[in-house]
């Protein structure tokens, strides 16, 4: 009986004291009272004197959380990520928070700049997320755009936009009765005709390939551009586009645009754009010891038209995928190999201005070399540095290159299954011994080909 009226009595208040001084925080498994003050933007003390604890006290998973330091916002501190077409303003509207609010919870400086992934926080409330209207009439006055009219209508500029998606040209005609109905009902940027844009991994990697997917519910055509790299898109069903692009392995880390225009189809009328930031992350690759190799085997002079060749070749896109599956290793010995791609390289100690661009197989000369995926060959032939080289693309702009051949067994126009033999394991070109040095080039950019070994694209 006495126990039963003491849980009555502590139950309430506990609310109570969350309700009065400010929003509530979770706590996960693995929490510590200093990371979650990290993420709130307080200290551990503050945070622990807040709820009655020390710094030193143990917290566990489920346990309630008054966060310091958000005064007049209410409910539980959530954390998701950034999607493709989140705007501060959208995800306001999504979940029924002031824009400001949002900025000041997740000390944003620059609103426009939320990139991909990026970890938000939103305060959720049993009302979360707020309806939204299922349409609206405006009328528009001469020469006034939407922010005028939002202004005047008391609605958000934001919202008013995502009512009257894709074209803003309605506004350009003056008195004009706009009946926003609710079939642009959508909390993000992105228009009535794209349902969602993934991008993965987010962040990117330097040296790894970036999957950008659309779905699309009616026809659509996507462009785009990440950085100064334009993206190809290609169909791979009714409902999707999906582009494939390389991070060059020695791109700096940072925050890369990445912009994508919709139209009406293939070749049809702009209705769309957005941009918004990628960020771009170390692939954490060793530094290798410096290499000794004879001078003119890195003079530009030596090597740049050998480049110019490869480049015009691998930078072109054939819209068949011919491949459907992880690619096969094409070399012998796949649980270890002689060198990883990746790694910086310093030849005759200029400094770590190239990295080695494939991955190289154990195995001697007169190695079968596989085809790991089904592909046309598109170059076969003996070049000064390379050596005998093949490449095959396999359509989308994938190719895939294999260098210091000691025979050559395809041509030109061949087209190749996965495991054909396609030539030998040898020692041309500018190498120390004979070993299969393989390439996988994504967009015209060469990535780590174990990722293409592990998992399918797309
Ligand atoms: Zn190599």
Redesign the pocket.
């Known amino acids: 009986m006495a126990i039963a009226c003491l849980s009555l009595i502590v139950l309430p208040m506990a609310s109570v004291r969350a309700q009065a001084s400010g929003p509530i925080y979770i706590v996960k498994e693995g929490d510590t009272l200093w990371g979650i003050a990290q993420v709130f933007g307080t200290d551990a003390e503050t945070l622990a004197s807040n709820n009655g604890l020390t710094p030193n006290s143990t917290i566990f998973p489920g346990m309630s959380l008054v966060i310091p330091g958000f005064e007049g916002v209410e409910g539980e501190l959530q954390t998701l990520d950034v999607a493709f077409g989140d705007t501060l303003d959208s995800l306001g509207l999504r979940y029924g928070v002031e824009t400001a609010a949002l900025a000041r919870i997740n000390r944003v400086v620059n609103p426009s700049r939320l990139y991909l992934g990026q970890p938000v926080i939103i305060p959720v409330t049993a009302e979360t997320p707020r309806a939204l209207p299922s349409s609206l009439a405006v009328q528009s006055a001469a020469g006034e755009g939407i922010v005028q009219v939002a202004v005047r209508t008391g609605l958000n500029p934001w919202l008013v936009r995502a009512f009257t998606s894709p074209s803003e040209a309605l506004w350009t005609i003056p008195q004009e009765l706009i009946l926003l109905a609710g079939t642009a009902r959508k909390t993000n940027a992105l228009p009535a005709t794209l349902d969602a844009i993934e991008v993965s991994p987010a962040p990117a990697v330097q040296g790894h390939t970036l999957e950008v997917r659309a779905s699309i519910p009616g026809p659509v055509w996507l462009e785009g551009q990440l950085g100064d790299r334009a993206l190809n898109f290609h169909s791979v069903d009714d409902t999707h586009l999906v582009a494939l692009q390389g991070i060059h392995a020695l791109l700096e880390p940072g925050l890369y645009d990445l912009e994508l225009r919709g139209y009406t189809g293939q070749g049809g009328e702009l209705v769309w754009s957005f941009r918004q930031p990628v960020r771009v992350v170390s692939g954490g690759y060793p530094f290798d010891p410096v290499l000794s190799v004879p001078p003119e085997t890195i003079d530009p002079d030596y090597t740049g038209p050998e480049d110019q060749l490869i480049a015009s070749i691998i930078n072109q896109v054939t819209g068949e995928r011919l491949w459907s599956e992880a690619f096969a290793f094409p070399g012998t010995y796949t649980d270890s190999f002689a060198?990883r791609f990746g790694s910086r390289r310093n030849y005759n100690g200029t400094g770590y201005d190239y990295y080695?661009?494939?991955?190289?197989f154990y195995g001697g000369t007169g190695t079968p070399i596989l085809a790991p995926a089904p592909g046309r060959v598109v170059l076969a032939e003996l070049l000064k540095v390379r050596g005998n080289t093949t490449i095959i693309d396999h359509g989308w702009g994938i190719f895939t290159a294999y260098?210091h051949q000691s025979e050559l067994q395809v041509t030109v126009g061949d087209r190749v299954e996965t495991g054909q033999i396609i030539g030998l394991v040898g020692g041309t070109g500018r190498v120390t011994g004979p070993?299969l040095?393989w390439e996988v080039w994504v967009g015209g950019v060469p990535v780590d080909p174990i990722e293409w070994a592990e998992g399918a694209f797309p």
Do not use: A, K, T
């Open positions: 060198s080695h661009s494939g991955l190289d260098l070993h040095h």
